[in-house]
Structures are given as structure tokens and as C-alpha cells.
């Protein structure tokens, strides 16, 4: 009997195993998808221009809740402490249970929230379209304080060593210290900013629409080296392991040292590149407005795979347990193989994709093997 159930294993595996760039799922909202996807105890989050906030089941794409605002959900969620916390261009910044999607509290801005929260000790920080940055208490909502920059903040702040940085479309990044909300230092650029900061061992690495990428000295805001592109550059970077990587609008992909800005490659997708990149396991990975989702070796640049999406791709990717999540202007979010997962569920029903699917994940050749069946299924 074991024998037998071993066999049976083995060869549905054989069937249903799909390879790297492979859809495992997707989930279709009502409208764009411009806000990045947020993965927290195996349930992804992410907003849609439908005006909602939905919460899927990481393993199938299946729906547990969504959570209404009054318009576009643009804003990436954020989750710490079993909520989920995000902007909205209706002006409010919101806190939803992650358990059943309920209301814990919401805190008018005033203007659109085109920016993304970041959490720190308590607290809540995002931008707003009439140029603010806000503090807010992440437990009830209420104001910490709030810093007037020139022009709209657009940008996710980051946080580190009690200084939030951020950039603006008054073209200046700001450093501002956290505890009252005094101006630490800011540095002007040539235009203005919709890239979030990175900082990484005691730099801060920015985009600006005058078409560099910055490294700065968090300390004090000094220049250290500066990167020129041919177009603007709205991708926000990410380092890993001494490189610094970022899209740009004249659709190359940059690896660069991170120490001194010298390039170790470039990868030239179809159009522009606003999608931030991240890195997993030795691959890159981002989208860009040529409507794919791209997978290239962090080695050389080369190509690992591509995939393609019914429209632009400005959401950026997050990659948790080998699957790559991804918004599109299709209205879909999609889960895609990074590695070779078997089996794949769609939440509506489509030509090429079955209602329903046996799945075996990983590769049955891997020391590990486990089986997952729809609710209906069984092996007897």
C-alpha cells in the first residue's frame, strides 16, 4: 500500500510540476493594480484601484476579505502586530485587523495618499500629496506630529537610527529626526522625487527625476557618489551584498557597486522600469511597463525568465517561500514560480487554467514532499 501510494504521488508530481516563471495563481480585482503586494503569515495583501484592500490566502489566491475605502488603494500595505496599515487617495490612512478585515482606526491626512507606511517602535510614518509627513501612533491613530515639506511626498519614508528619511517633489531627500520632528539635514537634487530612500550601512540610496541615483551619508547628508542615467529614475533601489539595483525610465536595470557607484551590469527590458526590485536567492526580480515580470541572474544580469501580464507592470515585486507576487495594470495579482512549484489555482475560471488543481510541492526529487489536495479530493 505504501509502495502504491508513493507511485501515485510520483506521478501526479511528474504531471502537474511547473518551472520557474510559471503561474501558480492569480486573482483578478475590478481595476488596476498599482499597489504592491505585502506578505504576512502566509496571507498576502494588497490594494487595487478598485478603491479595496484585499486579503488572499497566500497558497491558492483564494479570498478571506476585502476592506473598502472611498477611493484608489495606490499605497503598498504595511503589517506589524496583526494589522495591516495603508493609504488611500481619499485622503485617510487606515488600520484593518488582518484576522476578519474590520476597522481598527483611520486618521485624515487631508490631501491623497499616494505614499506607502513604514512602522517603527509604535509608530506609523507616510507621506501625503499636500507635502506632509505624518507620525501617527500605530496603536490608536492619533497624531505624533507632522513635518511641511515643500511639495508633495509620494515616496515610502524609511526609518533608521530614530532619523526618518524621505524624499519630495520639491526635489530635496529629508532627514528627519524621529522624536520631534526637527529637520536633521536635507540635500537637494536637480528634480523632483518619486523613488524611496534604501539605506544600508549608514547610506542612503535615492532616485530623482534629474536622473541619477544618490548616495548619501545618512549622518549628515553628504554627498558620497552619485550615478547618471538617461532618464528619470522613479525605481526605488535595493542592496544586497554590496550592489545597489534600480530601474530607470529608459528601461535599464542597474547593478551597481555600492560602495563607489561603479556599474557591473545592465539589463535592458522593452520600456520603462518603475518597479523596485528585489532580490532572492541569487535573482533579481521586477516588472516593467512593457507589461512583463522579469527574473535575471544577479551574477551576470543575464536573463533567467520572463513573464507576461495583460497590461503595465508599476507594482514591484515580493518574493516569500520561493513564490514572486506581482500586480498588473490588468487588474490581476499574480503568483509566480521562482523555483519549481507544482500546480496552480485561478479565482475565476479561464480557458487555460483548471478550476481546480492537485498539487505537489516541491520537485518530488527534493528530500522534502508534501501534497495538497482541493477540499473535494482525496487519495485512495
Known amino acids: 500500500m505504501k509502495t502504491l501510494l508513493v507511485t501515485l504521488i510520483f506521478i501526479l508530481s511528474s504531471l502537474l510540476i511547473s518551472a520557474p516563471g510559471d503561474l501558480i495563481w492569480r486573482y483578478r480585482t475590478t481595476r488596476e493594480i498599482w499597489s504592491s503586494p505585502c506578505v504576512a503569515n502566509r496571507n498576502v495583501y494588497v490594494g487595487s484601484n478598485d478603491h479595496n484592500l484585499y486579503a488572499l490566502h497566500c497558497i491558492d489566491g483564494s479570498f478571506i476579505w476585502k476592506y473598502q475605502a472611498a477611493w484608489y ?33 483611520r486618521y485624515r491626512t487631508v490631501n491623497d495618499i499616494d505614499s ?9 510614518y507616510i ?43 520639491d526635489s530635496y531627500i529629508y532627514a528627519i529626526n524621529c522624536p520631534d520632528a526637527t529637520l536633521k539635514w536635507r540635500y537637494k537634487t536637480g528634480n523632483w522625487i518619486e523613488s524611496s530612500p534604501c539605506i544600508v550601512n549608514g547610506v542612503v540610496y535615492i532616485g530623482s ?16 557618489w552619485r550615478y547618471q542615467t538617461s532618464y528619470l529614475v ?59 515580470v522579469y527574473a535575471v541572474r544577479i551574477s551576470d544580469g543575464s536573463l533567467l525568465w520572463k513573464y507576461e501580464t495583460g497590461a503595465v ?60 489536495l482541493p477540499s473535494s479530493g482525496a487519495i485512495y
Open 313 to 372: 507592470v508599476v507594482s514591484s515585486p515580493f518574493v516569500s517561500e520561493g513564490v514572486v507576487y506581482i500586480g498588473s495594470g490588468d487588474y490581476y495579482l499574480y503568483a509566480l514560480e521562482t523555483y519549481g512549484y507544482s500546480g496552480f489555482k485561478e479565482n475565476e475560471s479561464a480557458s487555460n487554467l483548471p478550476e481546480k488543481s492537485l498539487s505537489a510541492s516541491p520537485n518530488p526529487f527534493s528530500s522534502r514532499l508534501s501534497i495538497s
Open 73 to 105: 488603494v495606490t499605497s503598498t500595505p504595511c503589517v506589524s502586530g496583526g494589522v495591516v496599515f495603508f493609504g488611500s487617495e481619499d485622503s485617510f490612512l487606515y488600520a484593518v485587523n488582518c484576522s476578519n478585515g474590520s476597522l481598527k482606526w
Open 127 to 169: 507621506g501625503n500629496d499636500y507635502g506632509y509627513v505624518f507620525a501617527i501612533n500605530s496603536s490608536d491613530g492619533t497624531l505624533k506630529w507632522r513635518y511641511q515639506t515643500g511639495s508633495a511626498v509620494e515616496t515610502t519614508p524609511r526609518v533608521s537610527d530614530g532619523v526618518v528619511f524621505v524624499g519630495s517633489h
Open 234 to 292: 522613479r525605481s526605488s533601489p535595493c542592496v544586497s551584498e554590496g550592489v545597489v539595483y534600480f530601474g530607470g525610465w529608459d528601461s535599464y536595470l542597474y547593478a551597481l557597486n555600492a560602495t563607489n557607484g561603479s556599474l557591473k551590469w545592465v539589463f535592458k527590458a522593452d520600456y520603462r522600469i518603475d518597479t523596485s526590485p528585489c532580490v532572492s536567492d541569487g535573482v533579481v526580480y521586477f516588472g516593467s511597463n512593457d507589461w512583463h
Open 209 to 224: 527625476d534629474d536622473h541619477y541615483l544618490y548616495a548619501l551619508n545618512s549622518s549628515d547628508g553628504s554627498l558620497k
Open 116 to 124: 506607502s507606511p513604514c512602522i517603527s517602535d509604535g509608530v506609523v
